[in-house]
């Protein structure tokens, strides 16, 4: 079975500091992963995904992620935190042989403080 | 322009009523989806449907149903079976194909008064 893990439901940072936001997997098949983004009231939005082109992934807004086959992560990182990146950000993972389920982490919702 | 079109945004219900939220989308994407958000559990599916007529049961479908009877329409219906049906829900669509991305509505709020 697929899960997603997400450590830290929360997480603060300043404002031009690093973000890192984690996520770990858990697949019996190589994966798909994905992060999306959710602002309050809002559905959410694809940030970048992971398709194995390229273990580093560039996605909008300066994020990036980068797959470890080794460590089963996917984690989120952008160099410098704005205040608008202020928002709940969600891991993602669905079955390279099977690919009608997504299955969700729980969130982790990102303050920055000025 | 494209997308996902979910209504209503908010909801209030009685216990003992069914609720029907809608989805609609444009994109022509085959693949159509329901999740339930509740705070600090992430999203969790209720129903997907892969092409017209057809549809398989999520994680919690008990208290839930569905239909898809054109390939742009996904509509929820909440029972009153369901339990616990405040919370807010969300439909997202998906292109054919291994890697496609998921595209969200705006997502609907029902609250059971």
């Known amino acids: 079975a697929q899960s997603v893990t997400q450590l830290g439901s929360h997480v603060s940072v300043s404002e031009g500091a690093l973000v890192l936001l984690r996520c770990n997997y858990s697949?019996?098949?190589?994966?798909?992963l994905f992060w999306y983004v959710q602002y309050p009231n809002q559905g959410l939005q694809l940030l970048l995904k992971?398709?194995?082109?390229?273990?580093l992934v560039k996605g909008i807004n300066g994020f990036e992620a980068e797959f470890k086959k080794s460590e089963t992560s996917f984690h989120l990182t952008k160099p410098s935190a704005h205040m608008s990146d202020a928002a709940e950000y969600f891991c993602a993972v669905t079955r390279k042989t099977s690919y009608d389920k997504v299955i969700f982490g729980p969130g982790t919702s990102l303050s920055v403080i000025p | 322009d494209g997308g996902i079109t979910q209504s209503p945004k908010y909801l209030f219900r009685k216990e003992g009523q069914n609720v029907t939220l809608s989805c609609e989308q444009n994109l022509n994407h085959d693949a159509m989806y329901w999740y339930r958000q509740d705070p600090g559990q992430g999203l969790r599916l209720i129903y997907y449907?892969?092409?017209?007529?057809?549809?398989q049961k999520g994680d919690i479908a008990e208290g839930y149903s569905v239909s898809r009877e054109k390939k742009e329409s996904f509509p929820l219906t909440v029972t009153s079976a369901q339990k616990n049906p405040t919370a807010f829900y969300l439909c997202?669509?998906?292109?054919?194909?291994?890697?496609?991305?998921?595209?969200f509505g705006e997502g609907s709020r029902l609250t059971v008064l």
């Open positions: 449907s892969q092409i017209v007529n057809d549809f």
């Open positions: 697949s019996s098949v190589p994966p798909y």
């Open positions: 992971y398709t194995s082109a390229a273990t």
């Open positions: 997202a669509s998906r292109k054919t194909g291994r890697t496609g991305e998921l595209f």
